[in-house]
C-alpha cells in the first residue's frame, strides 16, 4: 500500500549549515507531496508542497523536488537558522486523507 | 480569518471519566479530521468526515467517538478515558475535491493528560 517513510531524527546543526531531511514514498500513481512543519507548542503548517513529477516546492528558503525515478521529496535548506527549529513531517494524500511520516525533529544551535 | 478552532487547549482526566473535544473551521471545508500526536510516533488518524454527514475509522479508532454536527464543527468524544488516551489532539480540515485532497489546516492542538 501507499506509505511514506522519512529520515529519523533527531537532527542538530549549527546556524547556517545545510539541511536535507530524506522522504521516500511508494504510492499509485503521481500524487502531490507535501512538507509540514511543526514549531514548538503549535499545530503542523504547510511548508511546500509539489503537485507533479519534477516540480519543484519552495518556501522560507526549504526546496523539495519531486522526483519520479527515485520516489523520493527531500527536503533542503542551504543555510538553517536557530528559528527553523521544529519537527518537519512529509506528507502523501491517499483518497480524502494524508499519510504521514514520523517526522524529524531539528535543532539549530547558534 | 480564525482558521481551525479547537477547545480545550487543556484538559486532565480521571480514568473512567468522559470528555468532548470541539472543534470549528470557518474555510467551508467538507473535509475534517482528528489526529493524536505521541512521542516517536508521528501523527496518527482517529476518524475523519469526508463531507458533512459521513464519517469513517481511521487508523486508531478504538476509545473515540466523533461527530459531524455540521460543515464547520466536528468533535471527538472520550467516552470512559484510558491512561493510554494521554496525547495530543489535532483537528484538520481540507478541500477534496474530484479524488483529490487539498492541503491540510490543523488547529494548535488539545493536550489531554489522562490519569
Known amino acids: 500500500g501507499d506509505s511514506v517513510t522519512q529520515m529519523e531524527g533527531p537532527v542538530t546543526l549549527s546556524e547556517e549549515a545545510f539541511l536535507t531531511i530524506n522522504c521516500t514514498y511508494t504510492?499509485?500513481?503521481?500524487?502531490?507531496l507535501f512538507w509540514y512543519v511543526q514549531y514548538p507548542g503549535e499545530g503542523l503548517q504547510l511548508l511546500l508542497k509539489a503537485t507533479k513529477a519534477d516540480d519543484k516546492g519552495s518556501n522560507k528558503g526549504f526546496e523539495a523536488t519531486y522526483r519520479k525515478e527515485t520516489t523520493s521529496f527531500h527536503l533542503e535548506k542551504g543555510s538553517v537558522q536557530v528559528s527553523d527549529s521544529a519537527v518537519y513531517f512529509c506528507?502523501?494524500?491517499?483518497?480524502?486523507?494524508?499519510?504521514f511520516g514520523s517526522g524529524t525533529r531539528l535543532s539549530v544551535k547558534p | 480569518n480564525a482558521g481551525v478552532t479547537q477547545t480545550p487547549k487543556f484538559q486532565v482526566l480521571k480514568t473512567g471519566q468522559s470528555m468532548t473535544l470541539q472543534c470549528a473551521q470557518d474555510m467551508n471545508h467538507n473535509s475534517m479530521y482528528w489526529y493524536r500526536q505521541d512521542p516517536g510516533m508521528g501523527l496518527r488518524l482517529i476518524y475523519y468526515s469526508a463531507s458533512e454527514g459521513t464519517t469513517d475509522k481511521g487508523e486508531v479508532p478504538n476509545g473515540y467517538n466523533v461527530s459531524r454536527l455540521n460543515k464547520r464543527e466536528f468533535s471527538l468524544r472520550l467516552e470512559s478515558a484510558a491512561p493510554s488516551q494521554t496525547s495530543v489532539y489535532f483537528c484538520?480540515?481540507?478541500?477534496?475535491?474530484?479524488?483529490?485532497?487539498?492541503?491540510?489546516?490543523f488547529g494548535e492542538g488539545s493536550r489531554l493528560t489522562v490519569l
Open positions: 484538520a480540515s481540507s478541500e477534496y475535491r474530484q479524488g483529490h485532497t487539498g492541503e491540510l489546516f
Open positions: 506528507a502523501l494524500p491517499l483518497y480524502s486523507t494524508f499519510i
Open positions: 504510492a499509485t500513481g503521481y500524487p502531490s
